[in-house]
């Protein structure tokens, strides 16, 4: 993904080379045709970047091409941040006491110099563009492949207890049996029964247990729900105390686990409890069985429920039937997307609309969060050529990744306006439900 940067990295520089600092402090110091070239070479391999940015994931001569595309708009962003320094720090109204300083530890004293010095790098970098533009000719790239404008965003996922659909598409029985089992669980002389929900990433595994959750059967049956989202770092500490938060007590100034763990069992003691473990990578047993010692309240019927991607994980720690969660029938997948694609206008009016949209769910193979994704970017476009693009991309010709990254999320990223698209790289430097 990190070649993706590409595109957002030609609009950054844009914005540089179009500011009233650069363009003024160019004109005055006799840089005018030098800047007028780089924007010139900059735009024939802008026009196309989006189509290469797709088509890199089938052709490693692409990537290759990008990955030098990349270097060498680094350099020109860093011809674009001299100029700007030195046109700001030649301003007069900021000389003043250290910051005068600064300018004269900086800045090019000597205007000769000054511009021979820049005169070479801008020539430097306009000539490895001007290779870069002549040898895209032999990719057939085309421009303006790609639509960026986009009205929503979406957040880094981190789970809580709190339903976020409306609806839950095909998922009633699956609800229905798991909440039987829950209630059914209520004689029950162990200190808990454990159930898993297990299914590769995207099919709604949380999105089931928070209709679970909030159902008023369950919600009269325990006397306290507690929902923690554990990601991949299963870390004892963090888990006991995110345990004892949600169920309303304080951890204080405790920083060791086994007062932590004893605060727990306070919590915990004589009550029935129902306890959410969201989204568990841990496959170590020894570690898993350590926070299920302090999990015991004095009673029985008490239930966790465990959702995960791994079915080992899911084996490892339930102590009921797994439920294993399927894809979306085709009826429930294209309920969920004419929901979110068309929203409040009248699909009769749309019939191209309609069948392009029927291929792309087809696409989707049943799985939810690739339906919710491409609906919801579709639902604010109106022009059948933007619905193509996405039926007709070449992503859906790549299999999903190392990373479990299937084509419709590809897509849905590629999608983004390229100032999105640069801030989920950046967080993709993060680890999975990082706080700051």
């Given at each position: 993904?990190a070649?993706?940067?590409v595109?957002?990295?030609?609009?950054?520089?844009?914005?540089?080379?179009?500011?009233?600092?650069?363009?003024e402090?160019?004109?005055?110091?006799?840089?005018?045709?030098?800047?007028?070239?780089?924007?010139?070479?900059?735009?024939?391999i802008?026009?196309v970047?989006?189509?290469?940015?797709?088509?890199?994931?089938?052709?490693?001569?692409?990537?290759n091409?990008?990955?030098k595309l990349?270097?060498?708009?680094?350099?020109?962003?860093?011809?674009?941040?001299?100029?700007?320094?030195?046109?700001?720090?030649?301003?007069?109204?900021?000389?003043?006491?250290a910051i005068?300083r600064?300018?004269?530890?900086?800045?090019y004293?000597?205007?000769?110099?000054?511009?021979?010095?820049?005169?070479?790098n801008i020539?430097?970098?306009?000539?490895?563009?001007?290779?870069?533009?002549?040898?895209?000719?032999?990719?057939h790239?085309?421009?303006?492949v790609?639509?960026?404008?986009?009205?929503?965003?979406?957040?880094?996922?981190?789970?809580?207890?709190?339903?976020?659909?409306?609806r839950v598409?095909?998922?009633?029985?699956?609800?229905?049996?798991?909440?039987?089992?829950?209630?059914?669980?209520?004689?029950?002389?162990?200190?808990?029964s454990?159930?898993?929900?297990?299914?590769?990433?995207?099919?709604g595994?949380?999105?089931?247990t928070?209709?679970?959750?909030?159902?008023?059967?369950?919600?009269e049956?325990f006397?306290?729900?507690?929902?923690?989202?554990?990601?991949?770092e299963?870390?004892?500490?963090r888990?006991?105390?995110?345990?004892?938060e949600?169920?309303?007590?304080?951890?204080?100034?405790?920083?060791?686990?086994?007062?932590?763990?004893?605060?727990l069992?306070?919590?915990?003691?004589?009550?029935?409890?129902l306890?959410v473990?969201?989204d568990?990578?841990?496959?170590?047993?020894?570690?898993?069985?350590k926070?299920?010692?302090?999990l015991?309240?004095g009673?029985?019927?008490?239930?966790?429920?465990?959702?995960?991607?791994i079915?080992?994980?899911?084996?490892?720690?339930?102590?009921l039937?797994?439920?294993?969660?399927?894809?979306?029938?085709?009826?429930?997948?294209?309920?969920?997307?004419?929901?979110?694609?068309?929203?409040?206008?009248?699909?009769?009016?749309?019939p191209?609309l309609?069948?392009?949209?029927?291929d792309?769910?087809k696409?989707?193979?049943?799985?939810?969060?690739?339906i919710?994704?491409?609906?919801?970017?579709?639902?604010?476009?109106?022009?059948e050529?933007?619905?193509l693009?996405?039926k007709?991309?070449?992503?859906?010709?790549?299999?999903?990744?190392?990373?479990?990254?299937i084509?419709?999320?590809?897509?849905?990223?590629?999608?983004?306006?390229?100032h999105?698209?640069?801030c989920?790289v950046?967080?993709?430097i993060?680890?999975?439900?990082?706080?700051?």
């Amino acid at each position: 993904m990190a070649d993706a940067l590409v595109s957002s990295l030609l609009d950054l520089i844009f914005g540089n080379l179009n500011s009233a600092l650069v363009q003024e402090f160019g004109q005055a110091r006799g840089f005018k045709k030098e800047l007028q070239k780089l924007e010139s070479t900059l735009s024939t391999i802008h026009a196309v970047i989006h189509d290469a940015e797709e088509k890199q994931t089938k052709s490693n001569a692409v990537k290759n091409w990008l990955a030098k595309l990349k270097d060498v708009a680094y350099d020109a962003d860093d011809v674009l941040d001299d100029f700007a320094t030195e046109a700001l720090l030649q301003r007069p109204e900021i000389c003043g006491g250290a910051i005068k300083r600064v300018r004269n530890f900086f800045s090019y004293r000597n205007p000769i110099l000054f511009r021979f010095k820049m005169a070479r790098n801008i020539k430097n970098v306009v000539e490895r563009l001007d290779e870069i533009a002549a040898e895209k000719a032999k990719f057939h790239f085309r421009e303006g492949v790609m639509e960026t404008e986009r009205v929503s965003d979406a957040e880094r996922r981190h789970t809580s207890s709190f339903v976020t659909e409306p609806r839950v598409y095909g998922r009633d029985d699956d609800k229905e049996k798991i909440v039987q089992l829950l209630l059914a669980n209520v004689n029950s002389q162990d200190d808990f029964s454990i159930y898993a929900i297990f299914g590769m990433g995207g099919l709604g595994k949380t999105t089931l247990t928070q209709a679970v959750y909030n159902d008023e059967r369950v919600m009269e049956h325990f006397e306290l729900k507690i929902w923690v989202c554990v990601s991949e770092e299963f870390n004892i500490k963090r888990l006991t105390r995110a345990i004892i938060e949600s169920a309303g007590g304080m951890v204080g100034d405790l920083s060791e686990l086994d007062p932590m763990q004893c605060r727990l069992r306070d919590i915990l003691n004589g009550k029935r409890f129902l306890l959410v473990l969201d989204d568990v990578w841990n496959e170590n047993q020894d570690e898993w069985d350590k926070l299920k010692s302090a999990l015991k309240s004095g009673v029985g019927g008490n239930s966790i429920i465990v959702t995960t991607r791994i079915e080992k994980i899911a084996r490892m720690m339930a102590t009921l039937p797994l439920h294993q969660l399927e894809l979306l029938s085709k009826d429930d997948s294209w309920s969920l997307f004419k929901r979110l694609a068309f929203d409040s206008r009248e699909t009769e009016h749309h019939p191209n609309l309609i069948m392009i949209g029927e291929d792309i769910v087809k696409k989707c193979g049943g799985v939810p969060l690739a339906i919710k994704a491409l609906g919801g970017m579709l639902r604010f476009k109106d022009k059948e050529i933007d619905w193509l693009a996405i039926k007709e991309s070449e992503m859906w010709d790549v299999p999903a990744d190392e990373n479990g990254i299937i084509p419709s999320l590809r897509l849905s990223y590629k999608h983004l306006p390229s100032h999105l698209r640069q801030c989920f790289v950046v967080c993709s430097i993060f680890p999975k439900d990082y706080e700051t």
